[in-house]
């Protein structure tokens, strides 16, 4: 089977590709580094992509350019070769029951402070009160941080009997019905997407690197658990909440016991590989998959 490979990323990646850099030493250095890694993770990792469902797929377009030319018989060439695309997949018993044809990966990071959320959320407010749905449409996509990772697939259940189905309707002149039926075939693409909170990813390198450097920079380690407290607010304000029976409350009180100790006797170890796990759990639960057809959103 032939393949073709395309960016894309596996999550567990993602979930892994946190760590900072050695050179990483400020708070907003290591923030940086931690969403630096996640989309370079994102970017790099390669999956195989079915040539064939993608062929197919171009060819189940030019059908129809085929039948707005009325050149049925073209139509019948160019849809048969798209069968015979498909048959060639379904020939391998491993072969998926989705087929890939399309990712991306888009990362978007909110700048923003908390006190620019709220005020967004209440303007937002306004909008849908006095009706002006749109406008508040434009400003709440503005309001989130996150890595989405899209990708699209073919059903290799039902797609190749929908082409086939077409070319009978052809092969007995039936244009219109064969049309209906290549145009329902392509709405019948599925759309994946999962959403990683940056701000997760940002808490979770800090506090790591805070636990490195307790030891030798009291200062510093307080400096990336405030600023890892503060990720985790902009996480909560900005809504991406988490099926772990952790809480935001939690993490910030583990938070404040962590910083607790190190003003103390310093002895956090058991306090960080705590904070540590919750965490990791906390985000794991908090990455979200929707699935939906093509032209949903």
Known sequence: MKKVMIVFTMVVMLLTAVTPAV?????AQVSSQA????????????????????????????????????????AVKDLEKAIGKLEVVLADKKAPAMLPIDSSVVAVEYLGDLKSIRENLA???????????????RLLDKLRS??????????????????KLAARYLHEEKVD???????????TLVRDEIIIPVPL?????????????????????LKHLDA??????????????????TTYKMLDDAVSSVEKEIKGKNRAEKLFASLKEKL????AKAIKTFSGVKGDK
């Open 228 to 245: 890892a407290r503060n990720e985790l607010k902009l996480a909560e304000a900005l809504g991406y909440a988490s099926s772990s029976d």
């Open 201 to 221: 990813l940002k808490a979770e390198a800090l506090v790591e690197e805070a636990r490195k450097v307790a030891k030798k920079d009291k200062e510093q380690a």
């Open 35 to 74: 969403v630096k890694n996640a989309k370079v993770a994102a970017c790099d990792q390669q999956t195989a992509v079915i040539k064939e469902a993608v062929d197919a797929l171009l060819l189940t377009h030019q059908v129809l350019a085929d039948l707005d030319k009325k050149d049925s018989d073209l």
């Open 123 to 137: 303007l937002v407010r306004k909008y849908l009160k006095d009706g002006e749905i749109q406008a508040a449409r």
């Open 23 to 27: 050179w990483a030493e400020t708070s």
């Open 146 to 163: 996150e890595i989405d990772v899209v990708t699209v697939s073919l059903p290799l259940i039902s797609y190749p009997q929908a082409l």
């Open 177 to 187: 019905e064969a049309r209906d039926i290549l145009e329902m075939a392509l709405n």
């Open 280 to 283: 990791k759990e906390f985000k």
